[in-house]
Structure formats: C-alpha cells, structure tokens
C-alpha cells in the first residue's frame, strides 16, 4: 500500500520531508515513526488525513500521515 509521509519542523533534517513509499498492509504509525528513526518522546501531534491518531493507528492505502515534534515557547 502507499503511504504519504510528511516530517515537519526538527523532523525534516536529514530526513525527506514529503514522501510516497509503499508499506506491507497492516502497517501502523509506529511502523513509520521506527522506519524513519523518530524518537518517539519527541512527537508532539500524528495526523492521518487531518485526523489526530495515535501510535497503533493502523493505515490504509492512500492515507496521508503529517509527524509533528513537540513545539516549545512562552
């Protein structure tokens, strides 16, 4: 199945920011967040097409997931 992956913010460095990849089916956000090497204690919000999900969010062809890191200011 394929499977858009956006990175924002931090998530971007060294990473591709935009990607289509294909996934075995049954793959989940956590799937993902290991593949690309995201420390999983910084993920501030996981959105699979603009809905808040969380790690064990199984996806399905065609979703779109966007990583956020956690964000900070005052």
């Known amino acids: 199945m394929q499977v858009t992956v956006k990175l924002f913010a931090s998530f971007r460095a060294g990473r591709t920011p935009i990607q289509t990849c294909e996934y075995p089916s049954g793959s989940t956000v956590m799937d993902i967040v290991v593949q690309k090497g995201i420390p999983v204690q910084e993920i501030g919000i996981m959105l699979v097409n603009c ?24």
């Open 51 to 74: 809905r808040h999900v969380q790690l064990d969010q199984e996806l399905v062809d065609g979703d779109v997931l966007a990583i956020f890191p956690l964000l900070g200011g005052g």
